[in-house]
Nanobody
């Protein structure tokens, strides 16, 4: 069983910063990818940032240049540094972990709320 625990969400003013963290535990081998999605009520979950294998990092266009994803395969953690936050970044942020290549298992965290408000 694999568990993902997110932390670091909260309330921040526009232009502020937050750092999200996700720690994976359990029976984990062959981590392929780790990343972050977000979801607002009434909308589909959308990709925010994603690191696959040893390859390139993918960001959704709206966060490019403001968010940075960091991944530590030894510690089995992934972090999302969010700067210059905007009102439209308000969402529940979810950590994702994929094992195997091709991917054989996918796990999600429970989500952490990020609210950007003045």
């Amino acid at each position: 069983q694999v568990h993902l625990v997110e932390s670091g969400g909260g309330l921040v003013q526009p232009g502020g910063s937050l750092r999200l963290s996700c720690a994976a535990s359990g029976s984990i081998s062959r981590i392929y990818s780790m990343g972050w999605f977000r979801q607002v009520p009434g909308k589909d979950r959308e990709l925010v940032a994603y690191m696959a294998g040893g390859g390139p990092t993918t960001y959704v266009g709206s966060v490019q240049g403001r968010f940075t994803i960091y991944r530590d395969n030894v510690a089995k953690t992934v972090h999302l540094e969010m700067n210059n936050l905007k009102l439209e970044d308000t969402a529940v942020y979810y950590c994702i972990l994929e094992l195997g290549h091709p991917v054989t298992e996918t796990y999600w965290g429970q989500g952490t709320q990020v609210t950007v408000s003045s």
